[in-house]
């Protein structure tokens, strides 16, 4: 069964979000398992801050999932995992997809105002 063609706007998010090399290699890494951030930052290579950007916005997107666990130690620890997606994507599904773009002109107008 193929997974439900997203709306425009999900299809925007999803892609744009994916179109990061970074985020890409966050999906990729956590596809193996869920991970916390430290750790993720030094197995990517990468800052703690910008990959909590990253994170934030693939969570946005809802690729990833967080969630906020206590170490043996009482030390709070963010782990994040992937989220099972699967991005469909034919000629047909965009022409369905941009139907439903929220920023769609209601008129369809050109910059000078004059009807398409």
């Not at 000629?91 to 369905?96: A, G, K, M, N, R």
């Amino acid at each position: 069964m193929s997974p439900p063609v997203p709306t425009g706007d999900e299809l925007v998010r999803v892609l744009a979000t994916l179109s990061n090399p970074h985020r890409l290699r966050v999906v990729a890494a956590l596809a193996g398992g869920r991970n916390y951030v430290s750790r993720l930052a030094r197995e990517l290579d990468i800052s703690r801050a910008l990959l909590q950007v990253h994170l934030k916005k693939l969570e946005a997107a809802g690729l990833v999932t967080s969630r906020l666990e206590l170490s043996e130690d009482g030390k709070a620890m963010k782990f994040y995992e992937v989220n099972a997606f699967a991005v469909r994507l034919t000629p047909q599904d965009i022409v369905t997809a941009v139907q439903t773009l929220s920023d769609q002109k209601k008129d369809e107008t050109d910059e000078r105002g004059a009807a398409r």
